[in-house]
């Protein structure tokens, strides 16, 4: 999600057409899923929360009108949100997690991040506790929260509001500096509860727990075992250390919290001359694909930090006689969906590989239906890249919704099943290629050489090169609509889009003005969604739902929604439909828009795919013809929040009864130079600090609670 630069990775270099021009002839009907063919006041961050001590009230009924009047953009450095409700910093980087780990300085100066807070909090859920400690779905005033702490803010290589005077931007690094950087990555899970009056976090939970890159975690699905993922660490392929770059966040059905690892590619290190040691090796072109191309330098140099494998092991060059003697395998080891039990810590992580590797944002989850597979879907966050689909082998028991060992239920629904890939056709109809060795184009492959589904799995996105898939503008966050079962799923902007490769599914190119300098692609994003009969069928119905644009741009070419100052945005990126209510909860990670507002959150509801109609776009001499929704009003989308400055406005979650919303707010400030890092009067912003929570200036991702001050249900 953060940094556009990291994120803009485009090693899709393939051939394939951004749109339906591969021939049918090569795809077997095995190559199909099997199947069924102006603004109201705001309030500012600040105060004290008033919420109902209510813990297990009945279900909420739908939303049909969104009752809050909409919010203002901005860019004020501070958290606003509609007249009616208040927002509070509940955990904040650097927050301790246990009873006796010292509060944070925020001076540079603090260590044992590994029971503490990390950084760019992301993704986000929720998981209930009773009053007696045990799991509850329906508990709404005590639970966990389980949440991705993605990245950090860094500049010049060195993360440096965690670093006295902003660390070290030349290499070699120091050790203590890298030993921070390795522990503030990962995954939290912390306690929270309210008395009726405010939440808190509990710093002594025995729940509370940190997931960071040194985490021992166990290989799961299909690559388990498989030479590719053979490591000094692990001469049998099976085991791992830690998760990185985790990004968006999804639940299971069996009551599990999911992990999407995204920009990991960037934290690896590469010799200039590793192709030529690698000699004939077929991940050289894969380790292309992946963007990890010879000679790179790494994100952060944590490569540099000394002879320990703490650090050599971000080296991925081929340097040992074998990979068990070396860690030219070691980035195999991340891009993958992870799960934990945020309930029980004494259980490992697991790494499915079932569900590929790529740059997963999130996993989202169809309604999970006794007798039939359990389906997520997902996107792959780069320019160029692809949505996806899972189907398990396994069929639903409504058992397991509550089963004695959830992550052996993860074991039985997401270690065996079928990987697809998304086709858009220019009708308004797709279909999801199958990405297995039982695909004749994969097993015949003369792209890339497939000679296992464990390959399949460790070599996604090749796979999906191989048969056809379509080139989509940063496919994001995905999010099930509870009312009809139609999927969603955030493109968050594209500059690389150009008149000629745009398609009907990725339909706009265009100039936009920041600040007087041209900005071109597709700009604004826009949100794709798709119609399936069943979540297993094999092919799909789709139009694009909505389109980002800025409320004055032409509503013929670009503000095809028919956006308005009060709900216009850019980047779409997290996407989360709320379970209570049916309200679409939109985030944005924008720098297209930035000289007008900071980052915001918006709540829509959605009507259904084909609600709009058809749209032609002129691009010189070509025309694409596009399926489009149905224009937005106030009534349907409206703009709830906006963050701080230089802020991503990122997860999103809630309690059972939906008077609660969690939000997490990540890097702000992030525009901050390193040479000014103790000199707060440069900084670009010091939230939240400046709302009164917690020591220093310098500034912190964080996650507020959200409520609304009559006790009511958010967004009605």
């Not at 599990?256 to 192709?275: C, H, L, P, V």
């Not at 629904?413 to 797709?430: E, I, N, Q, W």
């Not at 597709?522 to 069943?534: D, F, M, P, T, W």
């Amino acid at each position: 999600m953060p940094h556009a630069h990291f994120n803009d990775e485009d090693s899709n270099t393939s051939a394939n057409p951004a749109f339906d021009h591969v021939l049918h002839a090569r795809l077997s009907r095995r190559s199909l899923l099997r199947g069924g063919v102006g603004a109201a006041s705001a309030t500012a961050l600040g105060g004290a929360a008033a919420l109902s001590g209510c813990s297990t009230l009945g279900p909420v009924a739908p939303v049909n009108a969104l009752g809050f009047a909409p919010v203002a953009k901005t860019m004020a450095d501070q958290v606003s949100v509609p007249a009616g409700y208040t927002a509070r910093v509940i955990y904040a980087l650097g927050d301790p997690l246990t009873a006796d780990t010292p509060a944070y300085r925020n001076d540079g100066t603090d260590a044992d991040f590994g029971n503490r807070a990390g950084d760019h909090h992301d993704g986000i859920e929720w998981f209930g506790l009773d009053a007696s400690g045990q799991p509850s779905d329906t508990f709404a005033s005590r639970g966990l929260l389980a949440m991705n702490h993605e990245a950090t803010t860094d500049e010049k290589l060195s993360s440096f509001f965690i670093h006295a005077n902003g660390g070290t931007s030349t290499l070699p690094r120091p050790a203590a500096e890298i030993d921070k950087e390795l522990m503030i990555h990962g995954i939290a899970v912390v306690e929270v509860q309210t008395d009726g009056k405010a939440w808190a976090a509990k710093p002594g939970s025995a729940f509370n727990r940190r997931v960071t890159t040194m985490t021992p975690t166990a290989i799961h699905g299909p690559a388990r075992g498989s030479e590719h993922l053979v490591t000094k660490y692990s001469p049998d392929g099976t085991q791992a250390r830690g998760t990185l770059n985790n990004c968006g966040t999804g639940r299971t059905p069996w009551g599990t919290f999911i992990s999407g690892e995204e920009n990991w590619f960037g934290y690896f290190f590469r010799d200039a001359k590793d192709d030529d040691a690698r000699k004939k090796d077929k991940q050289v072109q894969a380790l292309n694909r992946y963007g990890r191309k010879a000679g790179a330098a790494s994100r952060h140099g944590w490569e540099s930090g000394g002879a320990s494998d703490t650090y050599t092991r971000w080296n991925n060059s081929a340097i040992g006689a074998s990979a068990k003697d070396d860690f030219r395998n070691e980035m195999n080891t991340f891009g993958y969906i992870v799960e934990i039990d945020p309930y029980d810590k004494r259980q490992a992580l697991r790494k499915r590989t079932a569900l590929g590797r790529l740059g997963h944002e999130n996993a989202t989850f169809a309604r999970a239906t006794t007798g039939q597979p359990v389906v997520a879907y997902m996107g792959d966050d780069s320019r160029g890249e692809y949505i996806y689909k899972f189907v398990s082998d396994a069929k639903w028991d409504a058992a397991d919704a509550r089963p004695a060992n959830r992550l052996a239920a993860g074991d039985k629904y997401l270690d065996k099943g079928t990987l697809y890939v998304a086709r858009f056709k220019d009708d308004g109809s797709g279909e999801w290629l199958e990405l297995s060795m039982d695909n004749p184009v994969i097993a015949n492959s003369s792209y890339f050489e497939f000679k296992s589904n464990a390959d399949v799995a460790v070599f996604t996105r090749l796979a999906a090169d191989a048969v056809g898939a379509t080139k989509m503008d940063r496919p994001e966050w995905g999010g099930v609509n509870p009312k009809n079962g139609e999927v969603y799923i955030t493109l968050t902007n594209n500059s690389n889009r150009t008149p000629a490769t745009a398609d009907p599914a990725n339909p706009r190119a265009y100039t936009d003005l920041k600040a007087g300098k041209e900005q071109k692609g597709n700009v604004n994003g826009h949100i794709v969604r798709l119609a399936e009969k069943a979540p297993t069928d094999a092919s799909f119905l789709w139009d694009i739902y909505l389109f980002g644009a800025e409320a004055g741009a032409d509503k013929s070419t670009v503000n095809l929604s028919h956006l308005t100052a009060e709900n216009d945005l850019s980047s779409p990126d997290g996407l989360v439909f709320s379970k209570a209510t049916g309200v679409c909860w939109i985030q944005t990670d924008d720098g297209a828009y930035t000289d007008t507002t900071n980052c915001m959150l918006l709540a829509a509801l959605p009507g259904q795919r084909g609600d709009g109609g058809s749209k032609a776009l002129a691009h010189g001499e070509r025309t694409v013809t596009t399926h489009v929704g149905k224009p937005q009003t106030t009534a349907t989308l409206k703009r709830f929040l906006v963050g701080p400055k230089g802020a991503e406005i990122t997860g999103i979650t809630e309690t059972p009864d939906g008077r609660t919303i969690f939000v997490n707010v990540q890097h702000a400030g992030e525009n901050t130079r390193m040479a000014d890092v103790n000199d707060p009067s440069k900084f670009e912003s010091r939230w939240p600090a400046n709302a009164g929570y917690g020591a220093g200036q310098r500034p912190r991702s964080a996650t507020i609670v959200i409520t609304k001050n009559d006790g009511g249900v958010i967004g009605t």
